[in-house]
């Protein structure tokens, strides 16, 4: 009887992650909390422990990110890393993937990256480049700079989980290390991924339906029926244009065009944007140094109770204080902070990780042999680890819910924290399918028809650097973890 009653559990749990993942947006967390619901009054478990925590954290750094936002700091990042992206055009497929980590780390989250995708895409292209090499990286890295970001939401549900002795900097010195290691490769294997544009089947069809401009550099080398059949649908464009009583523009393939120094995908700044960035940047470095030195951090308790700050309350204390700066220092209106698109994506990540880790919670802890289970698994092949973060992730498109569900599980079977650490960013596994707004977002702007998706779920145009850059930052993960430890 009891395993049937613990299967009917396991039903309702992936029952409602997988309702919670159609449904989409806060669904995914209130449908973890209705299965919790299910848990507590159906089947009579005691309550586990909400992640009250990392909630926490993650409306902190979501309030003075959006503060950020609010004041144009993301728009001046954007700016920053247009500018990086732009005058390194021919190595875009290098450049673009580590600035998409750079700034997501910087940033917190990955949705900073929606605004650099017009920026890869236009550079790229107009240099030649297939798009696809660089955004399908790029869209990857991205996620990578969560895992090592000291305030992303995922790092504020990693955080609260883990032994008082394994902190921040511990994270941080296998987790960014390994993550440049895997920007790298993904790069240098990306390089070699598809046929050149004048080579594609679909790219040619394209321009020679009149479907996309044609910059100059691919021009030359088109096949001569197509460049023929690409100069009559520009001299159509331009003629239709004229008699519709607008001005002739220079097209890609005409003197005149956008040259690849081009702003015209870079927002423009507005006053304070600058100054909004350097602070929320200068609150992510307080919490970092004060994670490095506990001797910056005041003792609280006393006795044997004595202890530095928990680096949770630094934190939100940091994170709070920061966003309170910019609005006073930005003659910022507190209520355009709330209309800000990351306030709203913060609240979702919230949500979402409050109700699916407070189900699991309650799940593990009211079925203390599948700890077992799984612990004598993950004992015996330590690895397993990373490919069940891997394929969480993918089935919840949540780092945080995935975090909150796995990682107590890796801890109460014995494994070491810079272990389950090194395999953490496992959780680059939320590309697995098409379901994350990057991804949508790169095929719908890549005009030439190099980034797509296909009939089979698992495979698209991320699905190869997704997996080069799961293996290889768990292999600098794990040979970084094992040489400090």
């Known amino acids: 009887m009891d395993s049937v009653s613990v299967i009917l559990q396991a039903i309702v749990v992936l029952g409602a992650i997988f309702l919670g993942v159609r ?43 959006a503060a950020m936002q609010a004041a144009g700091g993301i728009d001046w990042l954007v700016k920053i890393a247009s500018r990086i992206i732009q005058a390194n ?26 605004a650099l995708i017009p920026v890869i895409h236009e550079t790229a292209y107009r240099n030649g480049i297939r798009p696809e090499k660089p955004l399908a990286s790029s869209t990857v890295t991205s996620a990578l700079g969560i895992t090592a970001s000291p305030v992303s939401a995922a790092m504020a549900a990693y955080l609260t989980l883990l032994p008082k002795d394994f902190t921040l900097p511990d994270i941080l010195k296998i987790t960014i290390p390994a993550a440049i290691v895997s920007c790298i490769v993904t790069a240098l294997v990306q390089q070699r991924i598809g046929k050149e544009l004048w080579e594609d089947p679909e790219y040619l069809r394209r321009v020679e339906a009149g479907e996309v401009e044609v910059p100059e550099k691919i021009m030359a080398k088109l096949p001569a029926a197509t460049r023929t059949a690409a100069i009559a649908a520009a001299s159509a464009r331009q003629a239709a244009l004229a008699a519709a009583g607008g001005t002739a523009v220079a097209t890609m393939d005409q003197p005149g065009a956008p040259t690849d120094d081009s702003d015209s995908v870079v927002p423009a700044v507005p006053p304070g944007g600058r100054r909004s960035a350097l602070i929320f940047l200068a609150g992510v470095v307080v919490i970092v140094l004060m994670g490095l030195f506990e001797s910056l951090r005041p ?18 204390l940091v994170m709070f204080t920061a966003a309170l700066i910019i609005l006073l220092v930005g003659h ?41 289970s799984l612990g004598k698994i993950v004992t015996s092949n330590p690895l397993f680890l990373a490919v069940a973060i891997f394929l969480v992730a993918g ?67 991320f699905t190869i650097p997704m997996l080069v850059s799961w293996v290889s930052v768990v292999a600098a993960g794990l040979a970084i973890g094992a040489v400090l430890h």
Not at 42 to 64: H, K, N, R, Y
Request: negative net charge; aromatic residues 8%; without cysteine.
């Open 23 to 65: 449904m989409g947006g806060i669904g995914l967390g209130l449908w973890g909390a209705a299965g919790t619901a299910i848990l507590v009054f159906g089947f009579q478990l005691d309550p586990g422990s909400p992640p009250v925590d990392a909630f926490f954290i993650i409306i902190a750094v979501i309030t003075a990110s």
């Open 395 to 461: 089935l919840t498109t949540s780092q945080s819910a995935t975090t909150r569900t796995l990682v107590p599980i890796a801890l109460a079977a014995g494994m070491a924290p810079w272990l389950i650490t090194a395999m953490w960013p496992s959780l680059v596994g939320v590309w697995l399918f098409p379901a994350n707004g990057s991804q949508i977002a790169a095929v719908s702007i890549d005009k030439s028809g190099s980034t797509k998706l296909s009939q089979v779920p698992v495979w698209h145009s």
């Open 332 to 372: 910022i209106d507190p209520g355009a902070v709330l209309k800000q698109p990351l306030l709203s994506a913060g609240i979702v990540a919230a949500i979402a990780l409050f109700g699916i880790a407070w189900m699991a919670d309650t799940f593990i802890a009211g079925n203390p042999a599948i700890i077992e």
């Open 89 to 114: 055009p021919r190595r875009i497929t290098l450049v673009a993937p580590l600035v998409s980590f750079v700034f997501t780390v910087g940033a917190g989250t990955s949705n900073i990256y929606f």
């Open 299 to 316: 003792t609280v308790g006393t006795g044997e109770d004595a202890a530095p700050l928990s680096m949770t309350i630094v934190i939100e």
